[in-house]
T-cell receptor, first 112, second 117 residues
């Protein structure tokens, strides 16, 4: 059974601060997705990383896929209240997104 | 990104009744859709994989006779919660697999909040 551990589980920071969320596994993934979910809504895809060592940027968000494709990180620069939400990583070890393994989730709260 | 819709967004029903939830991929065809369940403050739990034109594949511990899945077309999958009971109250989310050249991924619907009284 593939497991994805996210850390921290909960993070409360003030606007303007930086943060990093980690997603770790003992399994190798062919790709990994990051999603953000707001209360009462479905997860929204932020990024898909495929290549080991890959770094992708989405405005103030920077995503990195580990060289061995077993871990990933999400770094947010100058967090804003609009970044508040549940961040989920999801690993695909089949190569066809036929079954995603979801991380435990990181709940981020950004206050003014 | 690809768009997936769900209907209804929320439903309240009496114990013993059946509830049908629809999941549609609006701008792409999806041979595979997925149904998840999410409890408060928890991550998503995969219930079943819905394959167009064939039987769904259920995860261990998920009762296939209670959670009926039909994937009648390339853009529609339905989940029917039969004889619903209060313990079935949850947030149900569907997703559809989108095939791209680099990596397939899943796009999620907005979810359906089911409350069984």
């Amino acid at each position: 059974t593939q497991l994805l551990e996210q850390s921290p589980q909960f993070l409360s920071i003030q606007e303007g601060e930086n943060l990093t969320v980690y997603c770790n596994s003992s399994s190798v993934f062919s790709s990994l997705q990051w999603y953000r979910q707001e209360p009462g809504e479905g997860p929204v895809l932020l990024v898909t990383v495929v290549t080991g060592g890959e770094v992708k940027k989405l405005k103030r968000l920077t995503f990195q896929f580990g060289d061995a494709r077993k871990d990933s990180s999400l770094h947010i620069t100058a967090a804003q209240p609009g970044d508040t939400g549940l961040y989920l990583c999801a690993g695909d070890y089949t190569g066809t997104a036929s079954k995603l393994t979801f991380g435990t989730g990181t709940r981020l709260q950004v206050t003014l | 990104g690809a768009v997936v819709s769900q209907h209804p967004s929320r439903v309240i029903c009496k114990s013993g009744t059946s509830v049908k939830i629809e999941c549609r991929s609006l701008d792409f065809q999806a041979t595979t859709m997925f149904w998840y369940r999410q409890f408060p403050k928890q991550s998503l739990m995969l219930m079943a994989t819905s394959n167009e034109g064939s039987k769904a594949t259920y995860e261990q511990g998920v009762e296939k006779d209670k959670f009926l899945i039909n994937h009648a077309s390339l853009t529609l999958s339905t989940l029917t919660v039969t004889s619903a009971h209060p313990e079935d109250s949850s947030f149900y989310i569907c997703s559809a697999r989108f095939a791209s050249g680099r990596a397939d991924t899943q796009y999620f619907g907005p979810g359906t909040r089911l409350t069984v009284l």
